[in-house]
């Protein structure tokens, strides 16, 4: 395990915490303070030393935290590996989709008929060049990347 400090691209401090078995990383979690990161990773050692695994913090920390595309654009927004070296055309993208899916809709409800119907939409309604369209696609990769990264969710919950 490890607690690590990380600076955001609007300069604010960001604690990441780390939990990894037999070598690879099964959980990563971001707070705003050190006391919350060190209280989550005694928590996390404490069920590894009991039980050997930590599908219950997981677990609790998803039912806790309902995972919406308009949280994870405030993620994208604020975290280190969010849109940090981009312009502000890819957060306005974000917003795009979340103006089509709706800021309350869970990324893991989204269907590849409903990309499909935002393809048609942007190409469609918004007239935009297939180029622009892919745009928004990798603004919406981006969101559903930062909730893999601070699991949230798993990659295979998505774009059923």
């Not at 990380?6 to 990383?25: C, L, M, Y």
Request: hydrophobic share 35%; aromatic share 8%.
């Amino acid at each position: 395990m490890s607690v690590r400090e990380r600076k955001t691209a609007n300069g604010s401090t960001r604690w990441v915490v780390s939990v990894h078995q037999e070598g690879k990383a099964v959980l990563r979690r971001t707070f705003t303070t050190r006391r919350e990161a060190l209280k989550f990773e005694r928590e996390a050692k404490a069920l590894l030393e009991s039980t050997g695994s930590i599908q219950s913090l997981k677990n609790k920390q998803l039912a806790k935290q309902k995972c919406t595309l308009k949280l994870l654009f405030q993620y994208a927004l604020n975290h280190p590996k969010g849109w940090k070296y981009s312009t502000q055309a890819q957060p306005a993208n974000a917003e795009q989709v979340l103006e089509y899916f709706g800021p309350n809709r869970s990324p893991m409800s989204i269907t590849s008929d409903d990309m499909l119907g935002f393809i048609d939409y942007c190409s469609k309604v918004r007239k935009n060049s297939p180029k622009t369209i892919n745009k928004k696609l990798c603004a919406l990769q981006t969101l559903t990347d930062i909730g893999v990264m601070l699991g949230l969710y798993r990659p295979e919950d998505t774009l059923s």
